[in-house]
T-cell receptor, first 114, second 111 residues
Framework: QQQVKQSPQSLIVQKGGISIINCAYE??????FPWYQQFPGKGPALLIA?????SEKKEGRFTISFNKSAKQFSLHIMDSQPGDSATYFC?????????????FGEGTQLTVNP | NAGVTQTPKFRILKIGQSMTLQCTQD?????MYWYRQDPGMGLKLIYY???????DKGEVPNGYNVSRSTTEDFPLRLELAAPSQTSVYFC??????????FGPGTRLTVL
């Protein structure tokens, strides 16, 4: 059962533009929503994360927007740069789940053209 | 801190062979995980551990085994390798509800 659905699968943005990646979840027990960035040949790295007690979190050019009622959250990359070209994964976990196991979305391959 | 280290980086196995993927972390994290990542797909949890001596199955445990004798090490064992196990394997560690630290991965091909 796919519990976290991510879209789009791929995204091409011009330098300076805004990249938006969306995720939707089913399990209302989820209470931690991180985004990971992965470059080719590397492991995923935590980019930014949010908990459901806030609707938005911003770190530099990266912002997570969270809509609890719609069970959706999104990553916005402002002023996108070619160096942002990578695969982005959303994920979710619950305190109730043994081991804080993350459920991952299927990933979005972002290409930022110069 | 080296973080999470994995060995080997690459490996080619023949069908039916076995091998152990090594994972070590130096952050004293209690929680450790093994994921596999197939091309164009997200990460699927194979096994995880919440502390030394405690392991449990994830989403896709068949064909794999793990052990956790120390806090630092969490090896993943493949018995009777099959082509379906061709993938990139990532080890990760964390403390509860914190960001996970991933290793660089092991790229495994089974021919």
């Amino acid at each position: 059962q796919q519990q976290v659905k991510q879209s789009p699968q791929s995204l091409i943005v011009q330098k300076g533009g805004i990249s938006i990646i969306n995720c939707a979840y089913e399990n209302t027990a989820f209470d931690y929503f991180p985004w990971y960035q992965q470059f080719p040949g590397k492991g995923p790295a935590l980019l930014i994360a949010i908990r459901p007690d806030v609707s938005e979190k911003k770190e530099g050019r990266f912002t997570i927007s969270f809509n609890k009622s719609a069970k959706q959250f999104s990553l916005h990359i402002m002023d996108s740069q070619p160096g942002d070209s990578a695969t982005y994964f959303c994920a979710a976990s619950s305190q109730e789940t043994s081991g804080s196991r993350l459920t991952f979305g299927e990933g979005t391959q972002l290409t930022v053209n110069p | 801190n080296a973080g999470v280290t994995q060995t080997p980086k690459f490996r080619i196995l023949k069908i039916g062979q076995s091998m152990t993927l090594q994972c070590t972390q130096d952050m004293n994290h209690n929680y450790m995980y093994w994921y596999r990542q197939d091309p164009g797909m997200g990460l699927k949890l194979i096994y995880y551990s919440v502390g030394a001596g405690i392991t449990d199955k994830g989403e896709v445990p068949n064909g794999y085994n793990v052990s956790r004798s120390t806090t630092e090490d969490f090896p993943l064992r493949l018995e009777l390798a099959a082509p379906s196990q061709t993938s990139v394997y990532f080890c990760a560690s964390t403390e509860p509800l914190a960001g996970k630290f991933f290793g660089p991965g092991t790229r495994l091909t089974v021919l």
